[in-house]
């Protein structure tokens, strides 16, 4: 069963890693509904 | 994990139903992956967000898991994240984060 | 003619009390969770001065050990001492605590920083004898107040404690009863970092060897923001800053770019002297206190010492080309723009190798990166990585992706064209401009020829905006040094010799 596909999905990215909208690109070709997507910082 | 962040995973776990929601996360080390994913599975570890005691057990994946790539369009994930596999210690981020889904994730 | 910098200075304050009382971390901590071990176990963690003296990274910071010293030492640093550790340095200093809140008072201009009586004199002697520090700074320091005087402030007025050493020993009071943008932990917040750019800029001008009346421009591009109810960021810490410090010919202004403030500012001073408007800028930066301690969780947790105790400062002195200094290449400039999206190799890509692709030149043209020189002592425990080796990965992954460089030279690329780093988690300092001291001399000295300075900015920390951000810019060595230069001379000579000879053939004719 796919991980993504028709689920919701939160995204916690991070600037020094892989940022959100990077992610959200990503996320929205697996089918995906982001909800909310973030990118954290530590520096 | 920021607070902020916390308190709109537990407010959409509300809305949505914990078994409908999946969380992707970018971290740039395993630790940090790992307790992002402890976060949003086990609780805040820190004892410091709206998470703190709250067992979401939210599935949960790194953008860079195989399990993940593979549901990605691969032309998108190369120009979106593909060069941080040079960058990020993959194999690290995924035991991590497969030792946090083993124990703590409710709906996989 | 492409502008120069002419000298740089990087300043540090200790201050393990600010980390105890205003780092966000532990005000957010103390606010959810006030009991909490990590708030017990914090001050078992604070490092004395001396420590933060002899702690390596400290030392390159103000220019007593270089980068590449530093990358000799085994990692961890904060275990290790650096031997003939000093308070100054050739690019600035480490102010212990109590002296910079003696400087913090004479930089307020609106009485709001009280200090205890016994405090003022105690340490007003140690201030004056640091040789940067004029008599007109130290002038401005009051005689002091009671100590029950400032406990009033504190208990019913709402002003924020000041400390030394886990005494009370002065407050900033509120600059306006009810506007939230005049409160005492703003005041607090924008004096420290005024405080410490002044530090910055004192040593930016002996550095530099020019006059204070020399300085036309002062561009401030810290993080933080001044202003009332009725202009929030108003601004202007650059005037501020440069009034202190005795610049009596500038007038300046405030840009702002989160982390990618600095690289900002620096391109706009370099574009302000090359375009002739002012003759001399200097881009200047305090601290933060905000972030003392950020990653402090994870420090104590782990048995480390609260590495993050210090605030930064810089200040650079960009002027007109004087045929020797390193000039700043505004041909190749990397700029994130607004289509460039967030995906990392855009990112780097925009920065890096698109400059370089304007002017054809390849990634190894460039001798030395400088993307952001945060110490790994602090980010890898904290689970945020080595920041500049990752940024080194990305860029030897686009060199290779180009053909610059051969898969396998990768660890040697990074080696070669990389730094480690060696500055503060505080925001902006750490971001780029780092290395802007030692590049100017390693040019001087022909040890390299071209560096790329990076900054990069979380914009989307604001809420205003999702997108990321970044700008860089060249140092090279003066051409007016260089063979080439002097060749073109020659032709220039024979150019016009022969013009002359066409005129004179002309007159002739006639």
Known sequence: MAILEGKKVIIIGDRDGVPGPAIAECVKTAGGEIVFSSTECFV | MDLENQKRVKEFADEFGPENLVVVLGAAEGEAAGLAAETVTAGDPTFAGPLTGVQLGLTTYHVCEPELKEEFDEAVYDEQVGMMEMVLDVDDIVDEMSAIRDEYCKYL | ?510
């Not at chain 3, 506007?179 to 002044?198: I, P, Q, R």
């Not at chain 3, 999702?466 to 810019?473: E, R, W």
Request: aromatic share 6%; charged share 25%.
């Open chain 3, 1 to 510: 003619m492409n502008s120069v910098i002419k000298g740089a200075s990087y300043v540090l304050a200790h201050t393990p009390e600010m980390v105890v009382y205003n780092g966000t971390t532990q005000t957010t901590e103390r606010v959810v969770n006030p009991e909490s071990e990590y708030l017990k176990e914090l001050r078992g963690h604070l490092r004395s001065y001396e420590e933060c003296v002899n702690y390596w990274p400290n030392q390159v910071y103000i220019g007593n050990a270089t980068p590449e010293e530093l990358s000799q030492v085994e990692f961890p640093y904060y275990d290790k001492t650096k031997e003939g550790a000093e308070r100054y340095g050739k690019f600035g200093e480490i102010m212990p605590e109590e002296e910079f809140l003696l400087l913090v008072q004479a930089c307020d201009m609106f009485e709001v920083v009280k200090l205890d009586k016994n405090f003022v004199s105690a340490h007003k002697d140690a201030l004056a004898a640091d040789p940067i520090i004029t008599e007109d700074i130290i002038s401005k320091i009051e005689e002091g107040y009671e100590l029950d005087e400032i406990k009033h402030y504190i208990e019913n007025e709402h002003a924020e404690g000041l400390y030394h050493n886990n005494e009370l020993v002065g407050c900033v009071r509120t600059a306006h009863d009810i506007d939230v943008n005049l409160s005492a932990h703003v005041m607090h917040e924008n004096l420290m970092s005024k405080a410490s750019s002044v530090l910055a800029l004192l040593y930016a001008i002996r550095n530099a060897g020019i006059n204070k009346e020399d300085v036309e421009y002062v561009i401030d591009c810290a993080e933080e923001a001044c202003g009332d109810m009725n202009q929030r960021g108003g601004g202007n810490f650059a005037k501020a800053a440069a009034e202190v410090a005795g610049l009596v010919s500038a007038t300046g202004s405030d840009s702002r770019g989160f982390c990618a403030g600095p690289s900002h500012a620096l391109i706009e001073a370099a574009a302000l002297v090359k375009s002739g408007a002012y003759k001399t800028v200097v881009v200047t930066a305090g601290g933060c206190t905000a972030k003392l301690g950020m990653n402090g969780k994870d420090h104590v947790k782990k048995g480390l010492p609260i590495l993050e105790d210090c605030l930064g400062g810089f200040a650079v002195v960009v002027t007109e080309n004087d045929g020797v200094n390193p000039e700043i290449n505004l041909d190749v400039l990397g700029r994130h723009t607004v289509g460039t999206g967030s995906a990392p190799q855009a990112v780097i890509g925009s920065l890096v190798t698109d400059p370089l692709d304007r002017v054809g030149w390849k990634v190894t043209d460039i001798d030395k990166f400088s993307p952001e020189m945060q110490n790994p002592d602090i980010t890898k425990p904290a689970g945020a990585g080595d920041v500049p080796l990752a940024n080194y990965k990305m860029i030897g992954a686009l060199a290779v992706k180009r053909g610059d460089i051969d898969r396998k030279a990768l660890p040697d690329f990074i080696a070669q064209h990389g730094l480690t780093g060696w500055a503060p988690t505080q925001g902006h300092i750490p971001s780029g401009v780092p290395y802007i001291g030692f590049a100017r001399e390693d040019i001087l000295e022909g040890k390299i020829k071209k560096a790329m300075i990076i900054g990069k900015g979380s914009l989307f920390l604001g809420r205003m905006t999702n997108l990321f951000d970044g700008v860089s810019f060249v140092i090279q060595a003066n051409e007016g040094n260089s063979a080439e230069s002097a060749v073109s001379e020659e032709e220039v000579k024979g150019l016009i010799a022969k013009a002359m000879k066409e005129f004179a053939e002309t007159l002739m004719a006639e």
